[in-house]
């Protein structure tokens, strides 16, 4: 099943995306994609319910924005460094565990929204992702046991301001929390819908030129390794959202290194779960 949510910003509705690309508004089932939802069984409820009252639901225009396929989760943990030719563009040595931090919530925003090059910005940069949903608490959990904490997967452009994150004293938070730095989506893809996370083509483009283009098979710690190495150092909570790393070719990477500015488009797309487009617009007061 592929969750989406629809609407303006802030009064965004459930839906759901069917095979044929049809999208259906299931506001009638009662629950937004909340922690409440993926804490309660709430993909299963829904599908069941979807079984009674899918002809009964109303279609949504393809016109219509799509927001972030999921409300605002608790937290947004990302894993920096977390594949092999990524770690060797930046200089840095293979990480022998898991480097964490985190991207503010109100960085999360649609997959076609807009994204905005922040105030005194000049490094602003790109980075396809595969993000994992949780569906289930989980706190000091095996690798053995996290495809079971697992809800689904999401794409996710995880941008980054250069100098912020890397010339500014502090931590990374400081060039990944900024408005417009998280678009989710199109859409979640439940769990039972990706067949093997650690093997998914992924890629990016920026003004129609391909700059990134890996799997997931080049990660260097997988999907079980990072939701249970985390869950060590934090409880995850239903819904919350961790981004794995990405792949060679962000524009940090380039000698010269190359950067966003006003009027540049990105694509980027992960196998099984669709594409997403964001142009940048420059910030304003």
Same mark, same amino acid.
């Given at each position: ?102 991207? %503010? @919530?109100?960085?999360?925003? !649609? ?6 090059? #922040? $105030?005194?910005?000049?490094?602003? +940069? ?116 961790? %981004? @794995?790393?990405?792949?060679? !070719? ?6 010269? #290194? $190359?950067?966003?500015?006003?009027? +540049? ?21």
């Amino acid at each position: 099943m592929k969750l989406i949510r629809f609407g303006t910003a802030g009064n965004e509705k459930p839906g759901v995306q069917l095979a044929d690309g049809t999208r259906l508004d299931v506001s009638a089932f009662g629950m937004d994609y909340t922690e409440a939802f993926f804490g309660n069984n709430g993909i299963e409820k829904l599908r069941n319910w979807l079984s009674d009252h899918e002809s009964d639901c109303p279609t949504i225009d393809n016109e219509i924005r799509l927001g972030p396929p999921l409300a605002r989760p608790s937290k947004l943990v990302c894993v920096g460094l977390n594949y092999a030719m990524h770690a060797k563009e930046a200089g840095m040595a293979i990480p022998k565990e898991p480097v964490l931090f985190f991207k %503010s @919530t109100t960085a999360i925003c !649609g997959p076609f929204d807009e994204v905005i090059i #922040p $105030k005194n910005s000049e490094k602003s +940069d790109w980075e396809v992702e595969l993000a994992i949903v949780i569906g289930k608490k989980a706190s000091y959990i095996e690798e053995s046991e996290a495809m079971d904490h697992i809800a689904g997967y999401v794409l996710h452009n995880d941008i980054s301001e250069r100098a912020f994150q890397i010339e500014k004293e502090g931590q990374w938070c400081k060039g990944k929390g900024c408005d417009t730095f998280a678009p989710l989506g199109p859409f979640i893809a439940t769990a039972d819908e990706i067949k093997d996370p650690n093997n998914l083509e992924l890629w990016l483009e920026v003004n129609g030129e391909r700059l990134q283009h890996s799997s997931t098979s080049d990660f260097i710690f997988n999907v079980q390794e990072v939701v249970s190495y985390i869950s060590q150092f934090m409880t995850l909570l239903p819904g919350d959202v961790i %981004s @794995t790393g990405t792949p060679f !070719g962000v524009g940090l990477g380039f000698n010269p #290194p $190359k950067y966003l500015k006003p009027g +540049d488009t990105m694509e980027l797309g992960i196998e099984g779960l669709g594409i997403s487009k964001q142009t940048c617009v420059a910030y304003k007061k």
